[in-house]
């Protein structure tokens, strides 16, 4: 594509000049590239080098750069612009030819259930014969074939990129994670939805946000600054009721609860056994019986999300209720585990007070007899105020206790252990293996045969990182390992 193509401006449009990429990172830019410098740090002039070095053929600026920028881009052109993220947006849609109509998306935010209720929705749909892209924390892609991302939400750019290259192969759905870091640092501007989705806001990412209050701002923007169809939202936490007083058009939203009886989608008559969960959806479409091979309340907000999310009247709300049964366990989401002589196992994602205390309470509630071990640790160079509150709630719910090592990063682990330990009681029975493989392994031993062990934490994730470095590790392979079943 051409410059002029892109950008109608009489400067840039007397020269023909071929347009090759876009990208936001200097080290990624390549010969014939767009540079759009949204970092005006002290490194901005350094970036500003680096992306004239690999080939940037265009340098796009904020207009109110406080440097002469032409000294540290040689013949690069630049141009200026009032809001670089804006512009960035709309100039990948028209680089991608990303095309709005008869596209849906349906982005999911929240802090747990995002991953679960954007794979439950992709699921729904490929039951149901249609194509569904995914992009989010397990991945990228078409539906079941994803890719390793390293970002929940990618930036604008990669992000019409995927929908350009999902619209080639005749996809027409996609079901995007919606990060509040995504969010804050506007990775989808531009983006328009059908469907907004709302899980649930507990403690989590406090060392970017600081508090709570800025966290559900950032949250909040999916549903005040961005155009969609419908909104779902959870009104079972008190910040779901707060989006919900926000909307202006309440016909446009549907509600889901297992708590309230005036929910659009409603869930009660709950029942669990070791085998999942039995319900009733009630909705204004009608009531459904179903049967899930899931565990945990959470799993039945998930579906029932997933479902609202695609409903649209009585024939969907059949069809989706039908299928829920056949939806798998999502990969790292309460995967199970079961082999004779051996204690039954969870290998679950939760890492937040929240979402650890809802993993443990259900499980009483599926296992009521039966003791539980749990194996889990906390990431270092994150959030240190939520360590505490885990180990207490990890020894209020637990028979016995491996604290072992999550993703360390540059801390040192002893010291994550002990702001762990601060909150567990004096009376619980503990110990401490930092090495996971020896923790898991301790776990599945043969005479745990008759416990729960939850494997908290890692879930999807094949690596740990100590300091820079990541390691190969994957808790479902390690449990499978011990367990001797297949991959």
Request: glycine share 6%; proline share 1%; aromatic share 10%.
């Amino acid at each position: 594509m051409y410059l002029s193509g892109l950008i109608r401006d009489k400067k840039l449009s007397q020269i023909k000049i071929k347009i090759t990429g876009l990208s936001e990172d200097s080290r990624e830019v390549k010969r014939g590239y767009i540079f759009f410098l949204k970092n005006i740090s002290s490194k901005a002039k350094e970036y500003v080098s680096e992306a004239t070095k690999n080939g940037a053929i265009l340098i796009i600026h904020d207009k109110d750069i406080v440097f002469d920028i032409k000294e540290y881009c040689g013949s690069c052109k630049t141009y200026s612009v009032k809001n670089v993220e804006r512009t960035m947006a709309l100039l990948s849609k028209k680089y991608f030819g990303v095309k709005t109509k008869n596209f849906k998306i349906y982005g999911v935010t929240g802090t747990n259930g995002k991953s679960s209720v954007t794979n439950y929705i992709a699921q729904l749909q490929n039951l149901n014969k249609k194509k569904c892209a995914l992009i989010g924390t397990l991945g990228n892609g078409i539906y079941p074939n994803l890719k390793y991302s390293t970002h929940t939400t990618p930036n604008i750019i990669k992000v019409n990129e995927q929908i350009s290259n999902f619209q080639k192969k005749k996809v027409k759905n996609l079901s995007l994670e919606v990060s509040s870091h995504g969010l804050k640092q506007n990775r989808i501007l531009g983006i328009e939805f059908d469907t907004t989705i709302f899980t649930n806001l507990s403690q989590d990412h406090l060392d970017y946000h600081k508090n709570m209050k800025n966290y559900f701002i950032e949250k909040l923007k999916l549903f005040s600054e961005y155009r969609s169809r419908k909104n779902v939202i959870c009104i079972d936490d008190s910040y779901g009721k707060k989006i919900l007083k926000t909307l202006a058009n309440k016909n446009s939203v549907n509600t889901v609860s297992i708590k309230n009886a005036n929910a659009d989608f409603y869930a009660n008559k709950i029942k669990f056994s070791k085998n999942g969960v039995n319900f009733f959806l009630n909705s204004k479409y009608g009531k459904k019986n179903i049967q899930a091979k899931a565990y945990g309340i959470f799993s039945i907000i998930n579906i029932i999300t997933a479902i609202a999310a695609l409903t649209n009247n009585k024939k969907d709300f059949n069809l989706y209720s039908n299928y829920a049964s056949k939806l798998k366990s999502v990969n790292g989401r309460m995967n199970n585990y079961i082999k004779k002589n051996y204690p039954q196992v969870f290998v679950d994602y939760a890492h937040t007070p929240d979402s650890i205390k809802k993993v443990l309470k259900s499980i009483r509630l599926h296992f009521p007899k039966k003791e539980i071990i749990t194996v889990f640790g906390c990431g270092g160079d994150r959030d240190k105020t939520k360590r505490k509150i885990m180990g207490k709630t990890v020894s209020n719910y637990s028979n016995q206790i491996i604290i072992t090592n999550d993703n360390p990063r540059k801390e040192d682990p002893n010291l994550i252990v002990k702001d762990i330990i601060s909150g567990i009681s004096i009376k619980a029975n503990y110990q401490i293996i930092l090495n996971r493989k020896k923790a898991i392994q301790t776990a599945l031993k043969k005479n745990n045969k008759d416990k729960i062990v939850l494997i908290f934490g890692k879930g999807h994730e094949n690596y740990q990182i100590f300091s820079d470095k990541k390691r190969a590790f994957n808790d479902n392979n390690e449990v499978k390992k011990i367990l001797n079943l297949k991959k």
